[in-house]
Nanobody, 126 residues
Framework: QVQLVESGGGLVQAGGSLRLSCAAS????????MGWFRQAPGKEREFVAA????????YYSDSVKGRVTISRDNAKNTVYLQMNNLKPEDTALYSC???????????????????WGQGTQVTVSS
């Protein structure tokens, strides 16, 4: 089992940037494909980005493509989400998720993930 703890959220003005971190403990993060999801009040959970266990493959939702970069440092058991040119519609609780998998696999649906963090709040003011 792996435990996930997100950090880096906060209040930022539109056009600003944030870097979210997801620290994994309990198991080696390199055994897991990782993903970021977000959920705004009154809305369903939405996929943001995913990365394969070795970082070779990444996948983004159309709503963030070009503004967001997912990366990982397996030596630090940490996955990052760099978000630039933030918009008010990016306001949400951002959660990371993990799924044990083989190299190259990548997942874009919440139901495919086995472990979740508590989330970190991102608020973008206009």
């Amino acid at each position: 089992q792996v435990q996930l703890v997100e950090s880096g959220g906060g209040l930022v003005q539109a056009g600003g940037s944030l870097r979210l971190s997801c620290a994994a403990s309990g198991r080696t993060a390199s055994n897991y494909a990782m993903g970021w999801f977000r959920q705004a009040p009154g809305k369903e959970r939405e996929f943001v980005a995913a990365i394969s266990r070795d970082g070779t493959y990444t996948y983004y939702s159309d709503s963030v493509k070009g503004r967001v970069t997912i990366s990982r440092d397996n030596a630090k058991n940490t996955v990052y989400l760099q978000m630039n040119n933030l918009k008010p519609e990016d306001t949400a609780l951002y959660s990371c998720a993990a799924k044990p998998t083989n190299y190259g696999n990548i997942y874009g649906r919440a139901g495919e993930y086995d472990y979740w963090g508590q989330g970190t709040q991102v608020t973008v003011s206009s």
